[in-house]
């Protein structure tokens, strides 16, 4: 099963961006989402997640900027993208894992297609 990710686009420097990720209550239940991004060139690195119960841990390149909910009664994890900067240029992916606190992309599976955040300058 994998993940849609939506709400990505064109937005200057400084603006912002709401991301959201959908999948079946039987793929969130339990688990921990997270966000992950990969810009042209470069390895895809973790930005965000959240667990079942709602412990969330972030990147330290996004403290403070991103903000990750999630909604399990819709099924719904989105992540809240603010003063953006143009290196948080990237496609966007979320994807389940059960091993809360890791930041490794082999500790979460169900990648869907990403989303494009593009920063302008």
């Known amino acids: 099963v994998q993940l849609q990710a939506s709400g990505g686009g064109l937005v200057q420097a400084g603006g912002s961006l709401r991301l959201s990720c959908a999948a079946s209550r039987r793929t969130f239940s339990w688990s921990v989402v997270g966000w992950f991004r990969q810009a042209p060139g470069k390895e895809r690195e973790f930005v965000a997640a959240i667990s079942w119960s709602g412990g969330i841990y972030y990147a330290d390149s996004v403290e403070g900027r991103f903000t990750i909910s999630r909604d399990n009664a819709r099924n719904t994890v989105d992540l809240r993208l603010n003063n953006l900067k143009p290196e948080d240029t990237a496609v966007y992916y979320c994807?389940?894992?059960?091993?809360?606190?890791?930041?490794?992309?082999?500790?979460?599976?169900?990648w869907g297609q990403g989303t494009q955040v593009t920063v302008s300058s």
């Open positions: 994807a389940t894992g059960l091993n809360y606190g890791s930041q490794r992309t082999q500790d979460f599976g169900s």
